[in-house]
């Protein structure tokens, strides 16, 4: 299974601060990376596919980058609404695997 | 749009079988890629299985025999069966589909299943 390294666990920040969460695959997985948002009661939203798609209607404060095995998530501008936790996830090969998640809370 | 919703007993019996279905609105599941995933207390998400629009069903090796997921056209819902079930398989399970097999991009807001003795 290809294993996805991803940190911090948790992350403390203000509203307007940029962010940073890094994933790290066990193996070359070219851009095959989407990012989630998960927020309790609520259905888990596609952010980002392919390392670095915006998917439609989501903000242009999140982004994506990276290639082969380490790959970058960003949110600039943090907002309120912000608060959630985030997964990396790869859809390179069976079986899809995720990272362990990072709780992001706003100060 | 498409729209998930997860429904099934939400406690199950130790060594019975947890039994969720997923209906599906916006949208025929005779197209795209469906999938379950899970969430255990206190733990990430974990990819349980997924059926295509083919029918063709592929599942996480870390659950060994005990999973199998089915489709109901008629119905437009897909259904998963995890047998032996225990303790460890508490979670919230989230219904999904994905329009390139792999890309999660509607889900279900998730149901919590208890498997207690």
């Known amino acids: 299974d290809i294993q996805m390294t991803q940190s911090p666990s948790s992350l403390s920040a203000s509203v307007g601060d940029r962010v940073i969460i890094t994933c790290q695959a066990s193996q070359h997985i070219a851009n095959f990376v989407n990012w989630y948002q998960l927020k309790p009661g609520k259905a888990p939203k596609l952010l980002i596919s392919d390392a670095s798609n915006l998917e439609r209607g989501v903000p242009s404060t999140y982004s994506g980058s990276g290639s082969r095995t380490d790959f970058t998530f960003s949110i600039s501008s943090l907002q309120p609404e912000d608060s959630a936790t985030y997964y990396c996830q790869q859809s390179f090969d069976h079986p899809i695997t995720f990272g362990q998640g990072t709780r992001l809370e706003i100060k | 749009q498409v729209q998930l919703r997860e429904s099934g007993p939400g406690l199950v019996k130790s060594s019975g079988t947890l039994s969720l279905t997923c209906d599906v609105s916006?949208?025929?599941?005779?197209?795209?890629?469906w999938h379950w995933i899970r969430q255990s207390p206190g733990k990430g998400l974990e990819w349980i299985g997924s059926?295509?629009?083919?029918?063709?069903?592929k599942y996480n090796p870390s659950l060994g025999s005990r999973v199998s997921i089915s489709a109901d056209v008629s119905r437009n819902q897909f259904s998963l069966n995890l047998a032996s079930a225990t303790s460890a398989d508490t979670a919230v399970y989230y219904c999904?589909?994905?329009?390139?097999?792999?890309?999660?991009?509607?889900w279900g807001q998730g149901a919590l299943v208890t498997v207690s003795s």
């Open positions: 999904a589909r994905a329009f390139s097999e792999t890309d999660f991009d509607s």
């Open positions: 916006g949208g025929p599941i005779s197209r795209y890629f």
């Open positions: 059926i295509s629009y083919t029918g063709k069903t």
